[in-house]
């Protein structure tokens, strides 16, 4: 029903920036919220940040805030997540993820909770 492509995904230096896309299509009732995690090896998914369409709300996970901003651009059916001042201990893979949200919500930050997921890119940050 959904379809979620990440890509920008790469090799950036301690402090560099990145931005990922995730390319969505299906119904969009299950994209209504969109979000973004990460997974290190041997680590368990974590949350980064979610948005919904209604309103263009915003959540974060305190460990990015005021470095990753999400947005969308729904004439072109992709979110983003723009990622600034990047550590070494922001590698992981990141996941797109999307599902039906009519609002931000804590429950937003449980992978459980979100029923479509792209195949991910990983991100490394090394000098």
């Known amino acids: 029903q959904v379809q979620l492509v990440e890509s920008g995904g790469g090799l950036v230096q301690p402090g560099g920036s990145l931005r990922l896309s995730c390319a969505y299509s299906?119904?969009?009732?299950?994209?209504?919220?969109m979000g973004w995690f990460r997974q290190a090896p041997g680590k368990e998914r974590e949350f980064v940040a979610a948005?919904?369409?209604?309103?263009?709300?915003?959540i974060y996970a305190d460990s990015v805030k005021g470095r990753f901003t999400i947005s969308r651009d729904n004439a072109k059916n992709t979110v983003y997540l723009q990622m600034n001042s990047l550590k070494p201990e922001d590698t992981a893979v990141y996941y797109c993820?999307?599902?039906?949200?009519?609002?931000?919500?804590?429950?937003?930050?449980?992978?459980?909770?979100?029923?479509?997921w792209g195949q991910g890119t990983q991100v490394t940050v090394s000098s």
């Open positions: 993820a999307g599902d039906r949200w009519v609002g931000i919500a804590a429950t937003m930050t449980q992978p459980k909770n979100w029923n479509y």
């Open positions: 299906g119904r969009t009732l299950y994209t209504s919220g």
């Open positions: 948005i919904v369409w209604s309103g263009g709300s915003t």
